[in-house]
């Protein structure tokens, strides 16, 4: 699905896509995007609510 979704975007929007709650946490530290999708299956090192709460 990631690669889907990076592959609709990318035409129009610069992606970046990252495989867990800890490197998302770190490319936004160093790039903070406008927008952020992310999934609700939660990860095991930082949930989404973390991540979320970390941004906010």
Not at 19 to 33: S, T
Request: glycine share 4%.
């Amino acid at each position: 699905m990631r690669d889907y979704i990076q592959r609709l975007l990318s035409a129009s929007y610069t992606v970046q896509c990252v495989a867990d709650g800890i490197a998302a946490l770190n490319v936004i530290q160093n790039n903070p995007p406008d927008l952020v999708l992310t999934d609700m299956n939660g990860q095991a090192q930082v949930t989404d609510r973390q991540l979320i709460q970390r941004l906010t």
